[in-house]
């Protein structure tokens, strides 16, 4: 048994790396270890955060300990936190790294723990570059990544990055868990009468918050293909928006998409997750660049086909003409991969293999894998 603690957001706040971090922090404790989170008084200061609020309004988890202390921009908080910590002596700390702006707060803080000479320091990272690339990411990703003892990245995109900055510390490739605490599945009449859609409609599903890198554009653009308006087809894009709605409405306005997409753009919770993947024919997701995808795991739980573009991490999650499209970075891919799903009825086929391909992506593997790293 290990005394472990994850560093990285958790409740009160939301999003999907407070999700991951709770949902891993209960594997390693089904495993027999002790975990507890380390997490943020003050995540990021209000004016660089693009949401509408960091904070969950849902219940707490009942069964983790969560130690919301970490000040991101307070260097005497850092010191005081790697002070605090230091004493603990915790056999293995895993931060969750995915952007060079928490770089200065961890990297201090993974120093002074190791001081205690017990402790093993791991990264779990999601991205060595940021999506949105800053004149500081280099220097800062170094001072983080040099403090660590091994790294798990979740697409080999992210390991090749890593190995530019250290190719000599243990690192694994392990593929995103699947997400499944979310709800059971419903079935999809049920789905769509819960969100008032209509039963004889077809459904493509655009989750998770907006940024530019995600391509919604991309994807209205190619909804635009007048090809598709035989199918009876809509596409419901939820999600916030990170960055200003202006130009996505005015492109659906110019577009003429105005009654084919369903724009729900408040913050999804926990308890909608499931109705809104149930509802969908399958998800799509047209990322102008990726790494990995939480969505992708949600999709394989609820056992949907995917529509994917080819950037980052995506196809090694999932492959093509087995569990649904790889294509091009380009609206004609996009439509034609559209039209072909609806067109060879390929939705049962892409859900047979689906339930045995969503087989690879257990909590456990990656908690074991994570272990190996300190032996």
């Known amino acids: 048994m290990s005394k472990i603690l994850i560093v990285g957001p958790a409740y009160p706040l939301r999003g999907g790396l ?23 008084s003050l995540q990021y200061p209000s004016f660089l955060f693009p949401g ?6 849902e219940a707490a988890p009942s069964s983790i300990n969560i130690l919301s202390l970490i000040n991101s921009i307070n260097p005497i908080n850092w ?27 961890f990297g201090t803080i993974a120093r002074i723990i190791k001081q205690n000479h017990h402790t093993k320091i791991l990264a779990i990272t999601d991205n060595i570059y940021s999506h949105e690339k800053r004149f500081f990411d280099s220097a800062f990703t170094k001072y983080f990544l040099s403090i660590c003892d091994g790294f798990l990245s979740m697409s080999q995109s992210v390991l090749s990055q890593l190995k530019q900055f250290d190719s000599n510390k243990p690192s694994v490739y392990v593929a995103h868990p699947m997400y499944d605490m979310f709800g059971i599945e419903m079935s999809k009449s049920d789905a769509k009468k819960k969100l008032g859609l209509n039963d004889d409609t077809n459904y493509l599903l655009f989750f998770g918050f907006i940024r530019k890198y995600k391509g919604l554009h991309l994807l209205f653009d190619a909804f635009a293909d007048e090809r598709l308006r035989a199918l009876n087809l809509k596409l419901i894009v939820a999600g916030e928006f990170y960055e200003d709605a202006k130009p996505y409405l005015t492109q659906l306005k110019e577009l003429n998409l105005e009654e084919h997409v369903i724009m729900s753009n408040d913050f999804i919770p926990n308890n909608e997750v499931a109705t809104h993947f149930c509802a969908a024919d399958a998800v799509i997701q047209t990322y102008l660049n990726a790494t990995q995808s939480g969505v992708t795991q949600i999709a394989y739980y609820y056992n949907k086909p995917m ?57 456990k593997y990656l908690c074991e894998q994570l272990l190996s790293l300190t032996k």
């Open 52 to 57: 509408k609020t960091q904070f969950s309004t």
């Open 307 to 363: 529509i994917v573009t080819n950037v980052g991490g995506l196809a090694e999650l999932v492959p093509n003409d087995k569990v649904g499209y790889v294509v091009g970075v380009n609206k004609t891919e996009i439509a034609d991969a559209i039209l072909k799903f609806y067109a060879d009825k390929k939705e049962q086929e892409f859900i047979a293999n689906i339930k045995v391909e969503k087989e690879k992506f257990t909590w």
């Open 18 to 40: 407070a999700t991951y971090n709770e949902r891993l922090c209960n594997e390693f404790k089904n495993l027999g270890n002790e975990c507890d989170i380390l997490s943020f």
């Open 79 to 105: 010191l005081n936190i790697g002070r605090k910590i230091k004493r603990e002596k915790y056999d293995i700390i895993i931060f969750r790294y995915w952007m060079s702006f928490m770089a200065p707060a």
